[in-house]
């Protein structure tokens, strides 16, 4: 059984850097077939996808926040990594893992972690 | 970027009930189109994938039509564990996006 787990800090000052790891067990980044996902929710909105990571490094990101976004791979660990630069009150999210087929169906996710952006 | 749109935003329920839940997308998707569940402090789970194919391990009262625009997800028989919010997503192309979502009560 696949298991994502996110990690980082909760809080984030704005105009810094977001940083989220995401530790994947029960299975290997490595193995290939997969897109490795950040998705985030806000609070009390709609879920938004951020982008992927295919073990090779490939990646793929919403154009929303493309300028902004990057998504890193460290297939020894297992883990996948996020990193949003110049962050406003408006990146306070849930922020999920998960992982995608080639058809971009998320079949795993991990349980989230709120990330707030403030002072 | 396709926008999809679901309905109800939110119903109240009992136990037994059918529950009919929509997503409509503002152009046509085919098939792509996938359900999750999402319950606070857990992990989301993938209900139904390609509109209609139930993932394996989700119980079989949950069941998905639709295609080009128009999609439906059916839960025949409310069950308790079943109360939670309910998310459309197309996956025909990027950036994927998702509905907004059907929180489902009891009633």
């Known amino acids: 059984q696949v298991q994502l787990q996110e990690s980082g800090p909760g809080l984030v000052k704005p105009s810094q850097t977001l940083s989220l790891t995401c530790t994947v067990s029960?299975?290997?980044?490595?193995?290939?077939?997969?897109?490795w996902s950040w998705i985030r929710q806000h609070p009390g909105k709609g879920l938004e996808w951020i982008g992927y990571?295919?073990?090779?490094?490939?990646?793929y990101y919403n154009p929303s926040l493309k300028s902004r976004v990057t998504i890193s791979v460290d297939t020894s660990e297992n883990q996948f990594s996020l990193k949003l630069s110049s962050v406003t009150a408006a990146d306070s999210a849930v922020y999920y893992c998960?992982?995608?087929?080639?058809?971009?169906?998320?079949?795993?996710w991990g349980q989230g972690t709120l990330v707030t952006v403030s002072s | 970027d396709i926008q999809m749109t679901q309905s109800p935003s939110s119903l109240s329920a009992s136990v037994g009930d059918r529950v009919t839940i929509t997503c409509r997308a503002s152009q046509s998707i085919s098939s792509y189109l996938n359900w999750y569940q999402m319950k606070p402090g857990k992990a989301p789970q993938l209900l139904i994938y390609a509109a209609s194919t139930l993932q394996s391990g989700v119980p079989s009262r949950f069941s998905g039509s639709g295609s080009g625009t128009d999609f439906s997800l059916t839960i025949s028989s409310l069950q308790p564990e079943d109360f939670a919010t309910y998310y459309c997503q197309q996956s025909y192309s990027p950036p994927q996006t998702f509905g907004r979502g059907t929180k489902v009560e009891i009633k």
């Open positions: 990571i295919y073990y090779s490094g490939s990646t």
């Open positions: 029960g299975g290997s980044i490595s193995s290939g077939g997969h897109y």
């Open positions: 998960a992982r995608a087929g080639d058809t971009a169906i998320f079949d795993y």
